[in-house]
């Protein structure tokens, strides 16, 4: 798998009380196990995590007591082993309707199905699509004089797993919540920009580790 979903709120809530070492840990195991659609092999787990030091060690050692199963020496997940079995799932149903000629022909006496078999607007069709398609909806329409950070913006996924990959020594979530506030509160021009995710890159670059939020007066020449 190439994607996949994390759902902020439902992360955030589980994860509330690791250490910042221990949500790299996780990140890191969760991305190799999607993306090579296996578990994690008991005795590659701190490589796979890129741990060396010992407090290194220990974190993936905790993330994966926590939230894995070890079976016949491989770290397994059952919400990830679901989330794999229904990618599969659409695939495969995918590639039997292809080799049936595409989808069926419209019948206006009939309930409209997707080839997964599911309504057209259903909500599972909605998430089907959203395990497809990375989340776009906040990087709006580019235009010559810029836009504004919209009023709801929310960190999509992808912004999210680039951010933990480029400095996972940070909080994502305080970032993103600095970030929002900062441009929420800029007026005129200043507030006006062409590339938000460039945006948020040099931002996420430009973060320090810090008790108190880091001054960004100066980021807008990245613009």
């Known amino acids: ?61 905790a993330v994966l007591a926590e939230f894995f199963t070890l079976n016949d020496g491989v770290w397994t997940k059952n919400r990830i082993e679901e989330e794999i079995a229904k990618a599969a799932g659409k695939i495969t149903a995918a590639r039997e309707n292809g080799k049936r000629g595409g989808r069926p022909k419209k019948n206006p006496d009939q309930t409209q199905e997707k080839p997964s078999g599911f309504p057209l607007g259903s909500e599972t069709e909605t998430q089907t699509k959203a395990l497809q398609t990375p989340d776009t909806r906040h990087q709006e329409s580019r235009s010559p004089s810029g836009s504004r950070l919209p009023p709801d913006w929310e960190l999509p996924n992808d912004w999210l797993a680039w951010a933990q990959g480029e400095r996972p020594d940070l909080d994502i979530a305080q970032a993103a919540s600095r970030f929002a506030d900062y441009w929420h509160g800029k007026a005129g021009k200043e507030a006006r920009k062409v590339d938000w995710l460039a945006t948020w890159r040099n931002w996420v670059r430009g973060e320090r580790i810090s008790t108190h939020p880091p001054r960004h007066s100066g980021l807008e020449r990245f613009q």
């Open 1 to 61: 798998m190439n994607y996949y979903e994390r759902h902020l709120g439902d992360y955030a809530k589980d994860t509330a009380h690791l250490s910042m070492l221990e949500h790299g840990a996780y990140s890191l195991l969760m991305d190799r196990y999607y993306a090579t659609e296996q578990g994690i092999p008991a005795d590659q787990a701190h490589r796979v995590a890129r741990a060396r030091t010992k407090e290194e060690k220990a974190a993936v050692d």
